[in-house]
């Protein structure tokens, strides 16, 4: 059986001052599994705070290169866990081996990506502008500016994805690419998962050298509040509730030198049905779309919550159909107790509603979510009713019928802020209906056609974030290259000499980044 200590990680040791207050749980029959997991104290969270701390001044200094090599060695190490480490997890999450399996994969993927992005070095963002001292009527002097990590950051662990989410997610895997240090609070639904990835991590970061301190994480309730408060850590990365995101910005507003909470909190993900479409394939729509609200136990942020379609022959023929595809779908184990609660508290608010009308699903009842399919009257929306807004995190959707374009187009405007938004459409309709997209572009922060939002590819490209209240800032994203944004800031040399700068920012351009020179983008060294 694994080794799992269930003590706090500070600075490249384990910690137990305090008592081994919580235990982790089987999700699937609430029995307790034998770990033990220790309350971190207001001492360990200093001290894990100024770990991190003293390791940021020499992890920052090192080049893109040494830290790639951290990178790939924690990357290495995920994928030496073996089948027991996955029993583990299943047993916490309730998530089969295979979905297990896929999102190791995918979270060493990602840091093995952020080891690319580090090599290649645009992430610096070199820019360059070159003393004019001819200039008129004033000289210029000569200017440069890259970014760097802003220090260390509270990363917290995220419910639905125990690996690709939390301890060597995609905060922390940005977060260390960026040169901060890391402070993770570890997610009750799964405390032995995150103690065995922290081990991973800290075997990486012991292999290759890399300060210690570089990586901590603590154990225990009520500790979030403390880390954030710490005047040490200078960002914040979380997954979650609206509740719990919103908590987390006013702490962070509040402290004496506030700092950013990069915060993915609450989305309904709405999917936007075009008449060709239904009329073609209404049938497949409705079975595909069945599929994408039960896959996971619906148990993504990116969950197609909300179904909205114009009236017509063809709609109302899919609405049958999707009621009996709904329908059919099999109860599921959801990640933990807690998750089962909050799900049945928002079935049952929905079924309470004198505005909505409920289509399909068995009555929510026992140890397993059932899927659940509703239809809304419009005037929800476009009067703002709080509750059509609201993320039920499980396996359900809601339908909304609109009379016309005009309708459609006022119940999309009275939309919150969201991650996704998805048109399913023929060609014919994708043109007559591009009149949607400037809206959609200020309601979302990932478009889709003829596609569903339960799938998010780590890459380059790839936004997973949006306008508020489905993150905190619609400026940055938590999946894909583009997230180690989140965690640099930019600093400017002024008449520097060339031998003492940054090497990105020398003349002779040793790293032969792609760099801003004058104006004009260029990997050529500067004469």
Request: glycine share 10%; charged share 20%; aromatic share 6%.
């Amino acid at each position: 059986m694994p080794n799992v200590l269930g003590q706090n990680f500070i600075a490249g040791a384990r910690s137990a001052q305090g008592k081994p207050q919580h235990k982790s749980l089987d999700a699937s029959t609430g029995e307790a599994l034998p770990y033990e997991f220790y309350q971190a104290t207001d001492a360990e969270i200093d001290a894990a705070a100024l770990a991190a701390k003293g390791a940021f001044a020499e992890y920052r200094q090192l080049s893109p290169a040494r830290r790639a090599e951290f990178l790939d060695a924690i990357a290495n190490e995920l994928d030496a866990l073996d089948d027991e480490f996955v029993a583990i997890v299943c047993r916490e999450t309730a998530l089969p081996a295979g979905r297990i399996q896929g999102e190791r994969a995918r979270t060493s993927g990602q840091m093995r990506l952020f080891a690319k992005v580090l090599r290649r070095g645009d992430f610096l963002g070199a820019r360059i502008d070159l003393a004019l001292p001819d200039r008129k009527p004033l000289p210029r002097v000569d200017l440069r500016q890259y970014r760097i990590g802003v220090g260390p950051i509270a990363v917290f662990g995220a419910s639905n994805f125990p690996l690709a989410f939390s301890t060597a997610g995609g905060d922390t895997a940005s977060a260390l690419a960026a040169g901060c240090p890391v402070v993770f609070k570890a997610h009750s639904g799964h405390m032995a998962t995150a103690d065995l990835v922290g081990c991973a991590i800290i075997r990486a970061a012991e292999s290759t050298g890399m300060p210690k301190g570089v990586f901590n994480m603590i154990f225990g309730s009520g500790v979030g509040e403390g880390l954030v408060k710490h005047p040490a850590i200078q960002g914040v990365g979380f997954t979650g509730s609206l509740h719990g995101g919103n908590a987390l910005c006013k702490l962070a507003a509040e402290r004496p030198q506030p700092i950013p909470v990069f915060a993915e909190m609450s989305s309904i993900n709405p999917v936007i049905l075009l008449p060709d479409a239904l009329a073609a394939r209404g049938d497949t729509v409705a079975k595909d779309l069945a599929a994408s609200v039960a896959l996971g136990g619906g148990q993504f942020c990116t969950n197609p919550g909300l179904v909205v379609g114009v009236r017509s022959p063809a709609f109302s023929a899919f609405l049958g159909q999707l009621q009996e595809h709904l329908g059919a779908q099999a109860p599921q184990t959801l990640l933990n107790a807690g998750g089962l609660k909050s799900y049945e508290k928002g079935v049952a608010h929905l079924l309470a509603h004198p505005g909505i009308t409920h289509l399909a699903g068995n009555p929510q009842e026992g140890k397993q979510a059932q899927s659940q399919l509703f239809k809304a009257d419009v005037s929800l929306l476009l009067e703002g009713d709080e509750l059509l807004q609201e993320e039920v995190f499980g396996p359900a959707t809601i339908v909304v019928e609109v009379a016309d374009d005009a309708e459609l187009e006022r119940a999309l405007l009275g939309l919150r802020g969201q991650l996704t938004a998805t048109l399913i459409g023929e060609p014919a309709d994708l043109q007559k209906y591009q009149w949607l997209v400037p809206l959609l572009e200020q309601k979302v922060g990932r478009i889709l056609v003829n596609g569903y939002p339960t799938g998010v590819e780590v890459s380059d490209a790839m936004v997973h974030g949006g306008p508020y209240p489905a993150t905190s800032d619609a400026r940055g994203t938590s999946v894909g290259t583009f997230a180690i944004d989140r965690f640099l800031r930019p600093v400017c040399y002024q008449n520097y000499p060339d031998a003492l700068l940054p090497e990105a920012l020398r003349n002779a351009n040793p790293l032969g980044l792609q760099r801003l020179v004058n104006g004009e983008w260029s990997s050529q060294p500067i004469n």
